[in-house]
T-cell receptor, first 112, second 114 residues
Framework: SQQGEEDPQALSIQEGENATMNCSYK?????LQWYRQNSGRGLVHLIL?????REKHSGRLRVTLDTSKKSSSLLITASRAADTASYFC????????????FGTGTRLQVTL | DTGVSQDPRHKITKRGQNVTFRCDPI?????LYWYRQTLGQGPEFLTY????????KSRLLSDRFSAERPKGSFSTLEIQRTEQGDSAMYLC????????????FGQGTRLTVV
Protein backbone atom coordinates (compact mmCIF):
# COMPACT_ATOMS: atom_id res chain seq x y z
CA SER A 1 0.00 0.00 0.00
CA GLN A 2 1.09 3.58 -0.53
CA GLN A 3 2.44 5.45 2.46
CA GLY A 4 0.74 8.69 1.63
CA GLU A 5 -0.10 11.33 -0.84
CA GLU A 6 1.89 13.76 -2.91
CA ASP A 7 0.63 17.13 -3.92
CA PRO A 8 0.13 18.26 -6.59
CA GLN A 9 -0.40 15.17 -8.72
CA ALA A 10 0.79 17.14 -11.74
CA LEU A 11 2.70 20.39 -12.13
CA SER A 12 3.53 22.33 -15.26
CA ILE A 13 6.00 25.22 -15.15
CA GLN A 14 8.29 27.12 -17.48
CA GLU A 15 12.02 26.71 -17.56
CA GLY A 16 13.71 28.86 -14.95
CA GLU A 17 10.80 28.76 -12.51
CA ASN A 18 10.86 26.94 -9.19
CA ALA A 19 8.88 23.77 -8.59
CA THR A 20 7.58 22.73 -5.18
CA MET A 21 6.16 19.30 -4.41
CA ASN A 22 4.70 18.16 -1.13
CA CYS A 23 4.52 14.75 0.45
CA SER A 24 2.54 13.51 3.43
CA TYR A 25 3.04 10.20 5.18
CA LYS A 26 1.33 8.23 7.90
CA UNK A 27 3.74 6.49 10.25
CA UNK A 28 6.90 7.28 12.18
CA UNK A 29 9.96 7.17 9.98
CA UNK A 30 13.71 6.69 10.09
CA UNK A 31 14.28 8.80 6.98
CA LEU A 32 12.51 10.18 3.94
CA GLN A 33 13.92 10.08 0.43
CA TRP A 34 13.03 11.66 -2.88
CA TYR A 35 13.41 9.84 -6.19
CA ARG A 36 13.00 10.88 -9.80
CA GLN A 37 11.63 8.64 -12.53
CA ASN A 38 11.77 9.43 -16.20
CA SER A 39 8.99 7.95 -18.29
CA GLY A 40 9.06 4.16 -18.14
CA ARG A 41 12.48 4.01 -16.53
CA GLY A 42 13.96 3.12 -13.18
CA LEU A 43 14.13 5.45 -10.21
CA VAL A 44 17.07 7.70 -9.47
CA HIS A 45 17.79 8.73 -5.90
CA LEU A 46 17.87 12.49 -5.36
CA ILE A 47 18.23 13.19 -1.67
CA LEU A 48 17.76 11.61 1.76
CA UNK A 49 16.75 13.45 4.92
CA UNK A 50 16.87 11.77 8.31
CA UNK A 51 14.09 12.06 10.87
CA UNK A 52 16.21 14.31 13.09
CA UNK A 53 16.94 16.76 10.27
CA ARG A 54 14.68 19.60 9.22
CA GLU A 55 16.23 20.81 5.99
CA LYS A 56 18.75 19.60 3.46
CA HIS A 57 20.22 20.97 0.26
CA SER A 58 21.80 19.31 -2.74
CA GLY A 59 22.58 21.48 -5.74
CA ARG A 60 19.27 22.93 -6.97
CA LEU A 61 17.29 20.76 -4.58
CA ARG A 62 16.01 21.75 -1.17
CA VAL A 63 14.13 19.32 1.02
CA THR A 64 12.32 20.06 4.26
CA LEU A 65 10.90 17.62 6.77
CA ASP A 66 8.29 18.29 9.46
CA THR A 67 7.87 15.13 11.51
CA SER A 68 5.18 16.71 13.69
CA LYS A 69 3.01 17.19 10.60
CA LYS A 70 4.32 14.07 8.88
CA SER A 71 5.11 16.03 5.77
CA SER A 72 7.98 16.92 3.49
CA SER A 73 8.53 19.24 0.58
CA LEU A 74 10.92 19.17 -2.37
CA LEU A 75 11.90 22.44 -4.02
CA ILE A 76 13.66 22.44 -7.37
CA THR A 77 15.05 25.86 -8.17
CA ALA A 78 15.72 27.28 -11.62
CA SER A 79 14.06 24.32 -13.32
CA ARG A 80 15.26 22.95 -16.65
CA ALA A 81 13.49 20.97 -19.36
CA ALA A 82 15.59 17.97 -18.28
CA ASP A 83 13.85 18.06 -14.88
CA THR A 84 10.67 16.82 -16.56
CA ALA A 85 9.90 13.55 -14.78
CA SER A 86 7.81 12.01 -12.02
CA TYR A 87 9.00 12.65 -8.49
CA PHE A 88 8.30 10.29 -5.62
CA CYS A 89 8.82 10.60 -1.92
CA UNK A 90 9.62 7.39 -0.10
CA UNK A 91 9.78 6.72 3.60
CA UNK A 92 11.86 4.21 5.50
CA UNK A 93 9.82 3.37 8.54
CA UNK A 94 11.43 2.84 11.89
CA UNK A 95 12.70 -0.72 12.22
CA UNK A 96 12.01 -1.86 8.65
CA UNK A 97 15.60 -2.30 7.44
CA UNK A 98 15.34 0.42 4.81
CA UNK A 99 12.31 -1.03 3.01
CA UNK A 100 10.79 1.97 1.26
CA UNK A 101 7.15 2.95 1.09
CA PHE A 102 6.44 5.29 -1.79
CA GLY A 103 3.94 8.04 -2.32
CA THR A 104 1.80 8.41 -5.40
CA GLY A 105 4.13 10.81 -7.17
CA THR A 106 4.07 14.24 -8.76
CA ARG A 107 4.41 14.52 -12.54
CA LEU A 108 6.48 17.60 -13.35
CA GLN A 109 6.49 19.10 -16.82
CA VAL A 110 9.02 21.85 -17.53
CA THR A 111 8.45 23.67 -20.79
CA LEU A 112 10.84 25.89 -22.70
CA ASP B 1 28.41 -0.63 -15.84
CA THR B 2 28.30 -1.33 -12.12
CA GLY B 3 24.65 -0.39 -11.54
CA VAL B 4 21.69 -2.68 -10.91
CA SER B 5 20.75 -4.57 -14.03
CA GLN B 6 17.49 -6.33 -14.80
CA ASP B 7 16.64 -8.80 -17.52
CA PRO B 8 14.56 -8.82 -19.60
CA ARG B 9 13.54 -5.18 -19.99
CA HIS B 10 10.22 -6.15 -21.53
CA LYS B 11 8.18 -9.35 -21.41
CA ILE B 12 4.89 -10.10 -23.10
CA THR B 13 3.27 -13.36 -22.06
CA LYS B 14 -0.04 -15.09 -22.41
CA ARG B 15 -2.26 -15.48 -19.41
CA GLY B 16 -1.49 -18.69 -17.56
CA GLN B 17 2.16 -18.84 -18.55
CA ASN B 18 5.06 -18.66 -16.09
CA VAL B 19 7.65 -15.90 -16.27
CA THR B 20 10.97 -15.35 -14.55
CA PHE B 21 12.86 -12.11 -14.13
CA ARG B 22 16.46 -11.67 -13.13
CA CYS B 23 18.15 -8.92 -11.12
CA ASP B 24 21.88 -8.41 -10.71
CA PRO B 25 22.51 -5.99 -7.85
CA ILE B 26 25.54 -3.83 -7.27
CA UNK B 27 28.17 -6.38 -6.27
CA UNK B 28 28.99 -5.15 -2.77
CA UNK B 29 25.35 -4.61 -1.73
CA UNK B 30 23.96 -7.11 0.77
CA UNK B 31 20.36 -5.99 0.52
CA LEU B 32 18.11 -6.63 -2.46
CA TYR B 33 14.51 -5.55 -2.91
CA TRP B 34 11.74 -6.23 -5.42
CA TYR B 35 9.01 -3.67 -6.05
CA ARG B 36 6.04 -3.60 -8.38
CA GLN B 37 4.78 -0.43 -10.04
CA THR B 38 1.52 -0.05 -11.92
CA LEU B 39 0.72 2.83 -14.23
CA GLY B 40 0.32 6.14 -12.42
CA GLN B 41 1.29 4.74 -9.03
CA GLY B 42 4.40 4.67 -6.91
CA PRO B 43 6.36 1.45 -6.49
CA GLU B 44 5.01 -1.05 -3.96
CA PHE B 45 7.26 -3.30 -1.92
CA LEU B 46 7.16 -7.01 -2.71
CA THR B 47 10.06 -8.67 -0.92
CA TYR B 48 13.50 -8.12 0.61
CA UNK B 49 16.68 -10.20 0.88
CA UNK B 50 19.59 -9.78 3.23
CA UNK B 51 22.30 -11.75 1.44
CA UNK B 52 20.59 -15.06 0.54
CA UNK B 53 17.91 -14.86 3.25
CA UNK B 54 14.45 -13.66 2.29
CA UNK B 55 13.53 -11.66 5.38
CA UNK B 56 10.27 -10.00 4.46
CA LYS B 57 7.43 -10.56 2.03
CA SER B 58 4.51 -8.28 1.30
CA ARG B 59 0.92 -9.44 1.30
CA LEU B 60 1.03 -8.48 -2.40
CA LEU B 61 3.27 -11.49 -2.97
CA SER B 62 0.67 -14.19 -3.55
CA ASP B 63 1.45 -17.90 -3.67
CA ARG B 64 2.01 -17.56 -7.42
CA PHE B 65 5.06 -15.38 -6.78
CA SER B 66 8.39 -16.71 -5.62
CA ALA B 67 11.72 -15.00 -5.29
CA GLU B 68 15.16 -16.40 -4.68
CA ARG B 69 18.64 -15.08 -4.16
CA PRO B 70 20.98 -18.07 -4.25
CA LYS B 71 24.45 -17.40 -2.85
CA GLY B 72 23.42 -13.84 -2.04
CA SER B 73 24.25 -12.53 -5.49
CA PHE B 74 21.68 -12.23 -8.28
CA SER B 75 17.98 -12.70 -7.61
CA THR B 76 15.10 -14.13 -9.60
CA LEU B 77 11.41 -13.37 -9.35
CA GLU B 78 9.06 -15.97 -10.79
CA ILE B 79 5.37 -15.53 -11.42
CA GLN B 80 3.42 -18.70 -12.07
CA ARG B 81 0.10 -18.86 -13.93
CA THR B 82 0.22 -15.19 -14.83
CA GLU B 83 -2.95 -13.12 -14.71
CA GLN B 84 -3.75 -9.85 -16.46
CA GLY B 85 -3.53 -8.10 -13.11
CA ASP B 86 0.14 -9.03 -12.94
CA SER B 87 0.87 -6.57 -15.75
CA ALA B 88 3.20 -3.99 -14.22
CA MET B 89 6.76 -2.78 -14.02
CA TYR B 90 8.86 -4.97 -11.72
CA LEU B 91 11.71 -3.03 -10.17
CA CYS B 92 14.73 -4.39 -8.39
CA UNK B 93 16.85 -2.33 -6.03
CA UNK B 94 19.90 -2.93 -3.91
CA UNK B 95 21.54 -1.12 -1.03
CA UNK B 96 24.47 -1.51 1.31
CA UNK B 97 23.97 -3.04 4.73
CA UNK B 98 23.71 0.16 6.69
CA UNK B 99 21.00 1.77 8.71
CA UNK B 100 19.79 4.64 6.58
CA UNK B 101 20.83 4.58 2.99
CA UNK B 102 19.54 5.17 -0.48
CA UNK B 103 18.42 2.37 -2.73
CA UNK B 104 19.83 1.92 -6.21
CA PHE B 105 17.21 0.86 -8.72
CA GLY B 106 17.47 -1.05 -11.94
CA GLN B 107 15.63 -0.02 -15.08
CA GLY B 108 12.86 -2.50 -14.40
CA THR B 109 11.15 -5.28 -16.29
CA ARG B 110 7.85 -4.32 -17.88
CA LEU B 111 5.49 -7.28 -17.91
CA THR B 112 2.42 -7.35 -20.12
CA VAL B 113 0.03 -10.27 -19.73
CA VAL B 114 -2.32 -10.69 -22.68
Amino acid sequence: SQQGEEDPQALSIQEGENATMNCSYKTSINNLQWYRQNSGRGLVHLILIRSNEREKHSGRLRVTLDTSKKSSSLLITASRAADTASYFCATAQTGTASKLTFGTGTRLQVTL
Amino acid sequence: DTGVSQDPRHKITKRGQNVTFRCDPISEHNRLYWYRQTLGQGPEFLTYFQNEAQLEKSRLLSDRFSAERPKGSFSTLEIQRTEQGDSAMYLCASSPDSYATEAFFGQGTRLTVV
